[in-house]
């Protein structure tokens, strides 16, 4: 038993002593608190993978169970907050903590979190949130902001809460996309959710309806350029010396195996061949 320890309410510190690396957690009950830890850590299932790597290394005679502050219950998570801000052991370099909130993870995670809303536009209702996060792959600090209204962001890879500071919208409906089989994809009002389903990057297929590209993985957009996906290429020559015309070079380039930006940069003058195929400007 960590006799020295107080079954008290408060913040409490663990140390590696020769690397100087600390864990603040708090607890209503630091022996009892502690006591868990140490078994936990002799037994190798820590959930804390840092904390067990370094006992694992160091073993356990290495380590000291000392108590930072003693607080009534209602303020521990305050007092130990005002500890991980102090001493910032949530950075890989100074301590073990790995968030950097005094309630992750703790008994709030077992609580119902209402608010959020997933990236279809749907309301969800989670009832463990750090679980929540770690079986969908999303990052709990970051979530956990969306809801204390803390985020600079509107979103969080599309999800979103009622406290978020800047509240997100679905209003931004795309409708020019154009599939790489040259199928207009209807229209599209949530991107970022429709790029995760189909392996598509957000921020390219955004560019690609603002103009700033003309397309990406093969997708296109029809905007104030409308024409330019259609437009009609008369002079390219094939590598058996034969003029070749292309009403749509992004089909044709999939088809023959070619990449469009070099078959562009033929047009351009950058580059004088691509796998054969040259550019004749006096043919078109």
């Not at 100087?20 to 820590?46: A, F, N, P, V």
């Not at 010396?241 to 003058?269: D, P, T, W, Y």
Request: charged share 25%; proline share 4%; net charge neutral.
């Amino acid at each position: 038993m960590l006799k020295h320890l107080p079954e008290v309410s408060g913040v409490y510190q663990i140390t590696c002593v020769p690397n100087g690396k600390i864990y603040i957690g708090s607890s209503i009950d630091i022996r009892d608190r502690c006591e868990q830890h140490r078994r936990s850590l002799r037994r190798g299932d820590h959930p804390n993978v840092h904390l067990q790597a370094a006992w694992d290394k160091y073993e356990e005679e290495n380590f000291k169970f000392t108590v930072l502050e003693i607080t009534d219950r209602n303020n521990r998570l305050e007092a130990e907050q005002n500890w991980l801000d102090e001493t910032q052991s949530f950075k890989r370099n100074i301590g073990f903590n790995i968030f950097s909130l005094s309630d992750s993870p703790g008994d709030t995670f077992a609580q119902t979190w209402e608010g959020f809303v997933d990236p279809e536009g749907n309301p969800v209702i989670i009832q463990n949130l750090h679980d929540f996060c770690r079986q969908n792959n999303l990052d709990f600090p970051s979530m956990h902001r969306l809801v204390k209204g803390e985020s600079k962001l509107k979103s969080y890879k599309g999800w979103s809460h009622k406290n978020s500071v800047r509240q997100r919208d679905y209003i931004k409906t795309y409708d020019g996309f154009i599939d790489p089989d040259g199928n207009p994809a209807g229209s599209i009002t949530n991107l970022a959710a429709f790029c995760r389903e189909n392996n598509l990057d957000n921020t390219h297929m955004v560019a690609v309806a603002n103009g700033r590209i003309y397309s990406h993985r093969g997708w296109t957009y029809l905007n104030d350029r409308e024409n330019l996906s259609f437009k009609t290429y008369t002079g390219f020559v094939s590598p058996e010396g034969n003029k070749v015309v292309i009403a749509n070079l992004e089909a044709f380039c999939r088809e023959n195996n070619l990449q469009v930006v070099h078959m562009r940069q033929l047009i351009s003058g950058i580059r004088k061949s691509h796998k054969g195929w040259t550019w004749n400007l006096d043919n078109e």
